[in-house]
């Protein structure tokens, strides 16, 4: 069953959280293995099936970059994940964010680590405001590739940037 149904909600990236949550704690209770230790060993298997599956979409609905990767899995957007070519002008932008990275390898310094963190912000925020317009109008009945290719390129920058940001809390650390 599709998280989003599992939960009564449609498809959305962003669902109403209230409604998540309440959505939920009744499966939660509904749910609970506790409730089927007097059933079969079957029963009981189900049970706690349906409850790890329960607090698996909850956990995944609940998360902003999670639930997009969700989205895109379950529309088959990120199959060729590994062979999809981000935009040039993005990928010179992040030559130059790398050769900064690189060099604060070999003369670490707190504020220029700093300052690369803050500009990697300020890129991701430009590219959420970018995407967030197709995201608001997101229709699950319509054409997903279409309506999706904007998300799903997002969603890989937003990765790209990710790893940046952990080389630098390397380097931060060390």
Do not use: C, W
């Amino acid at each position: 069953m599709d998280f989003f149904e599992l939960f009564h909600l449609a498809p959305s990236f962003f669902p109403d959280e209230k409604a998540l949550r309440r959505a939920y704690l009744a499966n939660s209770k509904r749910l609970h293995p506790d409730f089927f230790t007097q059933d079969d060993p079957a029963q009981q298997a189900e049970a706690l099936a349906l409850s790890s599956r329960n607090n698996e979409a909850y956990e995944t609905l609940s998360d902003f970059d999670r639930r997009i990767q969700y989205i895109l899995q379950q529309a088959d957007m990120l199959q060729d994940i590994g062979t999809t070519t981000l935009p040039q002008s993005f990928l010179f932008e992040m030559m130059d964010i790398n050769e900064a990275v690189a060099d604060l390898l070999d003369n670490p310094d707190p504020q220029r680590i700093a300052a690369a963190k803050t500009q990697i912000e300020s890129i991701e925020h430009d590219l959420y405001e970018a995407v967030k317009p197709a995201m608001e109008a997101f229709d699950p009945s319509g054409d997903l590739p279409s309506q999706l290719q904007a998300v799903k390129f997002f969603f890989l920058k937003k990765r790209y940037l990710l790893r940046i940001v952990e080389k630098l809390s390397i380097f931060a650390d060390a």
